[in-house]
């Protein structure tokens, strides 16, 4: 059975950092795409980070240079540590893994809820 289970959101004031993590089971982890994306209100879902099997990054344009994606394929987690966070970057964060052999194995999380306010 495929779980994934993000955890980490809350609120946080304008300038903070959050870490989120994903920790994965059922899945082929290590042979696996992994990233984070986000949704806040009114708007579409959006890419935030991606991580390569390789260890390769992506990022968003509006997260690069304050975001960081990591993986830890012995604990099938995927993190991702935000920085001098915005109200901008409220949203609901959620973390998604590929299988490299093919996109039909598409897995998300349940998603975890971030809020920037002073």
């Known amino acids: 059975q495929v779980q994934l289970v993000e955890s980490g959101g809350g609120l946080v004031q304008p300038g903070g950092s959050l870490r989120l993590s994903c920790a994965a089971s059922?899945?082929?982890?290590?042979?696996?795409?992994l990233s984070w994306h986000r949704q806040a209100p009114g708007k579409e879902r959006e890419l935030v980070a991606r991580i390569t099997v390789s260890g390769s990054t992506a990022y968003g344009d509006p997260v690069r240079g304050r975001f960081t994606i990591s993986r830890d394929n012995a604990k099938n987690t995927v993190y991702l540590e935000m920085n001098s966070l915005r109200p901008e970057d409220t949203a609901v964060y959620y973390c998604?893994?590929?299988?490299?052999?093919?996109?039909?194995?598409?897995?998300w999380g349940q998603g975890t809820q971030v809020t920037v306010s002073s």
């Open positions: 059922g899945i082929m982890f290590s042979m696996s795409t």
């Open positions: 998604n893994v590929n299988w490299v052999r093919s996109t039909r194995y598409d897995y």
